[in-house]
């Protein structure tokens, strides 16, 4: 049983972590792909950054939809799990379990939530 517990636990930190990296540095949503970030590791000229960009902004949209299928399959795996494991436990763990789902979905609500408020800001 705590296998299990271990097991929903691992695959919800994949999905955050997941969300987290796709978000990229500074939830900029470049997906790890920052012009700032390839200016600075790469000492990037401005003619090399102009060329750049635009192949960021191509990759963006096509990134985002896969990470947005990636984490609705992920949620269907977890919600899955969940409902297999919750049979099992004892009527205090369930109490216990649903506050960590809840917990989960807190953080998970909180990141959106940030990543929609830096992509306002960076506009």
Known sequence: MKRNILT??????????????????GGHGHYGLSLEHLTQSLTLTTDQQAKVQPILDAAKPQLQAIHQDA??????????????IRPLLTSSQQTKFDAMQKAH?????????????????AQ
């Open 71 to 84: 984490m609705q399959k992920a949620q269907t795996v977890i919600a899955n799990a969940n409902s297999q």
């Open 105 to 121: 979905q807190d953080m998970a609500n909180a990141m959106k939530e940030m990543q929609a408020a830096h992509a306002t800001k």
């Open 8 to 25: 929903f636990a691992a695959v919800g930190a994949i999905a955050l972590g997941g969300y987290a990296i796709a978000a990229g540095p």
